[in-house]
């Protein structure tokens, strides 16, 4: 469930979104980073996006 207090990651998620459209194969992205800065959140709605 996507947390609807997640915000000001709009230039992150963009290019997520992009690396991710980058080919038309399928892609293997990886987030890293600490515990609880968003990976998750970050990764759902460019899951569920287009592009």
Known sequence: MQN???T???KEL???QCTLNAEKH???TALTGL???G??????PANR???
């Open 4 to 6: 609807r207090n997640f």
């Open 8 to 10: 000001g990651r709009d």
């Open 39 to 44: 990976k998750t959140q970050l990764g759902l």
């Open 14 to 16: 963009k290019e997520l």
């Open 26 to 28: 399928a892609a293997l």
């Open 49 to 51: 996006s287009p592009g």
């Open 35 to 37: 515990g609880d800065v």
